[in-house]
């Protein structure tokens, strides 16, 4: 629950004014900068009325020379006058709660947002009474909402349903109150915002044939030889949180109780996926994550990334996720502390809380060093390694593949405007990785399936409509292909 308070204008340096100049402007935090409220008290149309009524009593009282019409203007003018200036001394609180269901949705999901109003007066006693509510919401999520909490003090709400993954503001509020008589009213600030956390939906992958899922490194490897058993599995009884799809029946018809399904150990399937979030490859139009900076071809590669997260965490796959300078994927809603950013594996039970994280990653500057190579050291990421990244650089390229030197084997899928072979898309056809190329208007399926069919055809292949349509394909480097789609 915060304090409404008055709108002194005074916000976090850079942020005032920024709306009205209309530009794009960062705060501290590397957020969208708001536009102030004004506060000031105002006249009603009642206290308009009484001003308008106090100025031609005047005028009489002026013409026809008497007293008694002369303390009726006084009057009439006074009391607004006397109205707005008790919203400034008494200072009237009101307290607001806003509560968010769930605070944590994917894109899509509906959010359900409840205000909570109450106002006290000067000792402290509730005031029963209608009070009008703005709330601040971002046009994506269907702007501004105007709502009335009635006099019995019932919550006021809507919904919103967030189409695109990021940090989605909601508040600040302006609560408009009012004196006993309606004479004038002000608006009170509340200035805390609430964050609705929206992760990128996780759409469904096609199955990659074996053959050449492996040949491309997008198959996983295994950390030791199988246990005998035809389905290489153990059981263990079922725990609060256990997906149902692990549920074995048979087990658990056996033991009378629910049973799920556990591989073994000896036998996990491994693979790396990296996200580069160097803001060096995703130059490009910028466009808003909510209050975080963005490009439409990295919102695709995070997009991309939840669904490989999610289809690989369903085929009992342990998937080591971090970005490209070492650090683990944000999970869930939590601050991205030292301790949650430690963990990079990531297994079945795990995956929803990373692809929730990817609601706040964002383009960032390149830390000194080489990280990468220093988690891949010390985690001993020998596994598959599938990166996800933009314009990558020849230089990015390079320190990719040392970092990843020990590695079975590469494959990259790299996002660009308009399709084209970034430089470091060589070096990693050199060192014998599969890189397919992909645009935002890609579909994630036909990326996903690209890793999947490489070969002599498909390495010549080219976006139907693009640069050189019409003509005789030409052969690109030998383990490169656009995607299909990829020129759409």
């Known amino acids: 629950m915060s304090r409404v308070r008055r709108g002194t204008g005074e916000r976090r340096s850079g942020e005032a004014g920024t709306r009205e100049r209309g530009a794009e402007e960062l705060d501290a935090a590397g957020e969208r900068a708001e536009r102030p409220v004004d506060s000031r008290a105002r006249f009603t149309g009642r206290g308009w ?25 006084l009057f009439l003018g006074g009391t607004p006058l006397f109205a707005a200036l008790s919203l400034y001394v008494v200072r009237p609180r009101v307290l607001l709660k806003r509560t968010v269901d769930p605070a944590l949705v994917t894109a899509g999901d509906p959010a359900s947002v409840r205000l909570r109003v109450r106002h006290r007066g000067r000792r402290g006693r509730e005031v029963h009474g209608a009070v009008a509510v703005r709330e601040t ?50 608006l009170l600030d509340a200035s805390e915002r609430s964050v609705l956390h929206v992760a990128p939906a996780a759409v469904p992958l096609p199955e990659i044939s074996p053959d050449r899922a492996r040949e491309s490194g997008a198959e996983p490897s295994r950390t030791g030889r199988p246990a005998p ?23 658990s018809a056996r033991h009378g109780q629910l049973m799920v399904r556990q591989e073994d150990p000896r036998s996990v399937r491994r693979l790396s996926l990296v996200l580069d979030l160097d803001e060096r490859s995703w130059p490009g139009e910028r466009v808003w994550a909510g209050v975080l900076p963005s490009t439409a071809a990295l919102e695709w590669a995070v997009g991309l990334t939840a669904a490989v997260l999610d289809h690989l965490a369903r085929r009992e796959t342990l998937v080591h996720a971090l970005d490209g300078f070492g650090r683990a994927l944000p999970r869930g809603g939590e601050d991205d502390d030292g301790a949650a950013r430690a963990v990079t594996a990531v297994t079945d039970e795990g995956a929803e809380d990373v692809r929730h994280g990817l609601a706040r990653v964002r383009p960032v500057p390149a830390p000194g060093g080489d990280p990468l190579a220093e988690r891949v050291d010390r985690e001993r990421l020998v596994h598959p390694v599938l990166l996800v990244s933009g314009d990558l650089g020849a230089g990015a390229a390079e320190r990719v593949l ?66 050189g349509s019409g003509s005789a394909p030409s052969a690109g480097p030998q383990g490169t292909g656009t995607a299909p789609g990829a020129g759409r």
């Open 49 to 73: 009325a009484f001003l308008a009524a106090g100025a031609l009593s005047l005028l009489a009282a002026t013409w026809l020379g008497r007293k008694d019409v002369l303390a009726l203007a």
């Open 137 to 186: 919401v971002p046009a994506a999520l269907g702007g501004d909402r105007e709502l009335e909490v009635g006099a019995d003090g019932a919550p006021a709400g809507y919904t919103v349903r967030p189409l695109a993954r990021g940090l989605w503001p909601l508040g600040p509020a302006t609560v408009q109150v009012a004196d006993p008589f309606g004479l004038a009213t002000e």
């Open 229 to 251: 058993g035809p389905d290489n599995v153990t059981t263990r009884e079922y725990r609060h949180g256990d997906p149902m799809r692990r549920v074995h029946w048979a087990a």
């Open 402 to 467: 040392a970092a990843t030197e020990r590695a079975g084997a590469g494959s990259a899928v790299l996002v660009t405007e308009d399709g084209s072979a970034p430089a470091g898309a060589a070096v990693l056809e050199a060192a014998g990785w599969t890189v397919v190329l992909a645009t935002p208007g890609t579909d994630p399926e036909d990326a996903w399936a690209g890793l999947g069919a490489r070969g002599p055809a498909a390495a010549s292949r080219r976006p139907e409509g693009g640069a």
